[in-house]
């Protein structure tokens, strides 16, 4: 099983990037894949997940119209598209999955056996 996140990279503020996760090792289509981010010295936080068997999408409020999530089961990739960046924004962005059929997005932020991929840097500059 392996995730891989890219993507990340140096943008200024108001700017835009976009995200992928690539699963491997599982069944995409039927599982809860997640990001998550984590900034220096603070916990980290869920931003956005699917649930690949029923559709559903759930978003923080911090990044809600700005952020979108979205899943492609013929490439087994999870996308993150982030507009309108802010210096906030920036961390180390995870995807997550839990491999557990059907799993959702609550299950999945709950969950200590969440896989975990190594992480992508996303720096705004302000």
């Known amino acids: 099983v392996q995730l891989v996140e890219s993507g990340g990279g140096l943008v200024q503020a108001g700017g835009s990037l976009r995200l992928s996760c690539v699963v491997t090792g599982l069944t995409f289509d039927d599982i809860a894949i997640g990001w998550f981010r984590q900034a220096p010295g603070k916990e980290r936080e869920g931003v956005s997940c699917?649930?690949?068997?029923?559709?559903?999408?759930y978003t923080t409020d911090s990044v809600k119209g700005r952020f979108a999530i979205s899943s492609d089961v013929a490439k087994n990739t999870v996308y993150l598209q982030m507009n309108s960046l802010k210096p906030e924004d920036t961390a180390v962005y995870y995807c997550?999955?839990?491999?557990?059929?059907?799993?959702?997005?609550?299950?999945?932020?709950?969950?200590?056996?969440?896989?975990w991929g190594q992480g992508t840097q996303v720096t705004v500059s302000s």
């Open positions: 699917i649930s690949n068997s029923d559709g559903k999408r």
């Open positions: 997550s999955a839990l491999a557990a059929h059907g799993s959702t997005c609550p299950e999945l932020e709950r969950s200590p056996f969440g896989l």
